[in-house]
């Protein structure tokens, strides 16, 4: 099992702020939005360094879609930012009308994202965010692993034409990816080479999936382990690859197990190599309060839970 070294935990939601502070010194035409959690989102560094370019939209999620779109058409990149309970499941209508069917070229940038907002409970904890947006035509979805993955999405997207949906997270998370890394839209990261099993993680899981495989490499069982950090488009290729390697898949994510990346990778299995297939993921429940890894563990996404799934998909074969 290839090492990965945590080089620090550090929330995601702030790889986003350096990524967009970097997009707009890179690019004059990146413009931001905020719906009034200006230092929640991390956009308070761009709003500083470059203030004509910002607009503090006020608790007004479905006006500032609009006017995203609007800056499109005259030639900016805007990036909106928001919880994302309130930038998807609020605004849905907008987003359809005035960013998907429209083409426009918004960049949806979600904090808050899954379980692991914590505290703040279900009310605020959507967990179906990414098959709201994914069914979506024309809208990439992307759900980065760590504070640098993040930083380089929120940078790559910015070269991307078109509407795009980038999620993370508040909690502080290791950050073990490589800092000056190429991020390749629909492109997964191969992180350790396996025979027995196919694992693939997005999002908070990555590193969940990084020590089940470890655990798992201890008892006799070697996983090929995948990166899938863009929802859509799927890297299908990469997947299947791997599967018709192993012969068995488990998906880790911290979103519902309806719309999520597990039905994703569902629908190519079916479509192209049928496969025993396992998802960890939660399973049509609303959220609660309590700290991160209170939340995940109660969920069952953890390395344990991966573990097992891997050993429940490995029977089947």
Not at 152 to 181: C, K, M
Request: glycine content about 10%; overall charge negative; some cysteine.
């Amino acid at each position: 099992m290839k090492e990965y070294i945590n080089k620090g935990n550090k929330d995601t939601r702030s790889g986003f702020g350096a990524g967009l502070l970097e997009a707009g010194k890179r690019n004059p035409n990146v413009v931001a939005l905020c719906a009034d959690l200006l230092g929640s989102v991390k956009m308070d560094a761009f709003a500083a360094e470059f203030p004509e370019r910002f607009f503090q939209c006020g608790i007004a999620e479905a006006n500032m879609v609009g006017a995203a779109a609007g800056l499109s058409l005259s030639g900016k990149i805007p990036y909106i930012g928001s919880f994302a309970g309130f930038v998807t499941g609020r605004v849905y209508d907008q987003i359809r009308q005035a960013v998907a069917y429209s083409g426009t070229n918004v960049k949806i940038c979600a904090s808050h994202a899954g379980v692991t907002l914590g505290e703040d409970g279900a009310t605020h904890q959507i967990m179906e965010d990414i098959g709201l947006m994914k069914m979506l035509p024309g809208m990439v979805v992307i759900n980065p692993c760590d504070y640098n993955q993040t930083r380089a999405a929120a940078i790559a997207v910015a070269e991307y034409d078109g509407p795009v949906y980038l999620r993370f997270g508040r909690p502080s998370v290791p950050n073990f990816t490589e800092e000056d890394q190429e991020f390749v839209i629909g492109k997964a990261v191969k992180l350790n080479d396996g025979k027995d099993v196919t694992v693939v993680a997005t999002g908070h899981m990555v590193w969940e999936a990084i020590q089940a495989a470890a655990a798992l490499e201890k008892e006799g069982i070697s996983v090929d382990l995948l990166n899938i950090h863009t929802i859509k488009p799927l890297d299908e290729q990469a997947i299947l690859d791997s599967v018709k390697k192993t012969g068995a898949i488990v998906t880790a994510e911290e979103h519902l197990v309806a719309g999520g990346l597990g039905e994703s990778v569902a629908s190519v299995l079916v479509r192209n190599y049928p496969a025993p297939a396992e998802f960890v993921a939660v399973d049509d429940r609303f959220g609660q309060s309590g700290t991160p890894a209170q939340l995940l563990k109660a969920y069952g996404l953890d390395a344990e839970n991966i573990a097992a799934a891997v050993k429940r998909a490995i029977a089947r074969k």
